[in-house]
């Protein structure tokens, strides 16, 4: 029996909430496998940041020799550093059968959806800017200026939401995380998906005895 993976794009403004949605989400019990692509990029890792779970951290040159041999799926620049998904690494998952995440910006989107027809795309929105900048703050990662740029970039990242599939509120947390469940599940159940996936079912079901 064939399987192969989903692939979803997750997008949002930087803050909207994607990085604690994506984790509490691998955190709940699947009944298939459910995994986050790790980027490559060329900005230098946060405090406790570990290369090859949270990013794969490589040299400007490292990063533009990967993309003439065309290693990547996608790539783009975002706040004025290089980020890239691997595409041997996303097609070996996918054709285990895992469903593969992958946490990008809109031109990386864009990219993906014209590679990938059947990637669903889901854009988080925060409910509001206030909000927005205030979970900013409270991470407590960035400057006062590095906040005043991400404010400036999560407009143009915004203008974007009519490209996606779904659009999520993360206002509610907890709700928020049931739309992107019910967004995988949905997924799971497509028919295309589901006769791809049980094709020796359906053979025997139609099978005469
Ligand atoms: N196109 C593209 N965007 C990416 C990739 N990895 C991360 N990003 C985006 O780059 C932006 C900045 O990511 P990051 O430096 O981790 O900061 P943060 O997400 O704002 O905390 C976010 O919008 C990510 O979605 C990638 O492989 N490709
Ligand atoms: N629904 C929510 N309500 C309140 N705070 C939230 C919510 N979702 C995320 N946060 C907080 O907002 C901050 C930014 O979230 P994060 O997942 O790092 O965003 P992103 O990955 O989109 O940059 C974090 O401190 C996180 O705990």
């Given at each position: 029996m064939t399987t192969s993976g989903n692939l979803f794009i997750l997008s949002a403004p930087?803050?909207?909430?994607?990085?604690?949605?994506?984790?509490?989400?691998?955190?709940?019990p699947n009944k298939r496998k459910l995994q986050v692509s790790v980027s490559h990029t060329t900005r230098a890792p946060r405090p406790g940041e570990v290369d090859g779970e949270h990013y794969h951290f490589v040299s400007v040159n490292k990063f533009k020799q990967n993309i003439q041999k065309k290693h990547f799926y996608e790539w783009?620049?975002?706040?004025?550093?290089?980020?890239?998904?691997?595409?041997?690494?996303?097609?070996?998952?996918?054709?285990?059968?895992?469903?593969?995440?992958?946490?990008i910006d809109w031109q990386g989107a864009q990219q993906v959806r014209m590679k990938k027809p059947d990637v669903?795309?889901?854009?988080?929105?925060?409910?509001?800017?206030?909000?927005l900048e205030k979970r900013l703050r409270g991470r407590g990662?960035?400057?006062?200026?590095?906040?005043?740029?991400?404010?400036a970039q999560a407009q143009s990242e915004c203008s974007?939401?009519?490209?996606?599939?779904?659009?999520?509120?993360?206002?509610?947390?907890?709700?928020?995380l049931c739309d992107l469940t019910t967004i995988v599940e949905n997924q799971r159940l497509k028919r295309?998906?589901?006769?791809?996936?049980?094709?020796?079912?359906?053979?025997?079901?139609l099978a005469n005895d």
């Open positions: 930087s803050g909207a909430g994607k990085s604690s949605l994506i984790s509490a989400l691998l955190k709940q783009a620049e975002v706040f004025g550093n290089y980020y890239g998904t691997s595409e041997v690494a996303i097609d070996e998952q996918l054709a285990q059968g895992i469903d593969v995440f992958l946490d669903t795309t889901v854009f988080i929105c925060p409910p509001s800017k206030a909000e990662q960035d400057s006062e200026e590095i906040i005043k740029e991400r404010m974007h939401y009519q490209e996606f599939d779904y659009i999520i509120i993360n206002d509610n947390f907890d709700q928020a295309s998906k589901q006769i791809e996936n049980n094709q020796d079912l359906f053979k025997d079901l």
